[in-house]
């Protein structure tokens, strides 16, 4: 995620265009009125209405296209990629039928626990000279929380029976008898055991191939 906390700095230069433009407003606002006439002419002419009807033609063949593309993801016969991989041992009946192209983050979810002492209601009674005590009650208090834990970055492969992350000598898999639901996203996947662990793939150019695949052969 990016930061758009534009910080101490940042603010610093706003306040200062601000004051510029308040303390010489008889130059700024005139240039302002000319530069907003001038948008306004550009974005009406003829060349640019032109330029944007033909970025919308090419937006909407490309959507078409990648509709067309889908379709023929979710009806084609997966059979017809299934391979073995050189990295991984599969199962006798197990084969490969994806592979993606870019590196694939795999995280886990976490719990760790925060302790947090907490006192009740006290008031402080005097024992005797120099020294006090605080009468009252303390206790220990536990908040658990989750968070996702970068785990291995590799490449992934989904088989007839399981995801596959691997890179070198290290390897992580996550066969669908454990799987209860899938999330999918347009740059990645999250994996819902039926425990309630989460498994977040993360990475893809665009994961809608492997979601589809996914599916269908989760759904089989």
Known sequence: ???NN???F?????IFIILLVVSYWQVTLPLAIIGAICWYFYEKS???????KKQAAAKQVAEEERQ???KIWETEDLSQYATKLTDVKLKKTEYAIYAASEPITWSESRTRTKRINYGGLTSNVHI???LNYRAGSIRTVSQKEEYMQDVLTGALA???RRIIVVNGDKAKSYPFTRLLRIEPYRDGTELISDSGKKVILSG???ATRFNIYLDRVTSD
């Not at 940042?10 to 706003?14: D, R, T, Y």
């Not at 003829?46 to 944007?52: A, F, G, N, S, V």
């Open 68 to 70: 067309k593309q889908i």
């Open 158 to 160: 989904l088989t007839n």
């Open 1 to 3: 995620m990016k930061n």
């Open 10 to 14: 940042g603010w610093g230069i706003i």
């Open 128 to 130: 005797m000279k120099g």
């Open 6 to 8: 534009i910080g101490c």
């Open 204 to 206: 893809f150019k665009d």
């Open 46 to 52: 003829p060349k640019t209405q032109e330029k944007k």
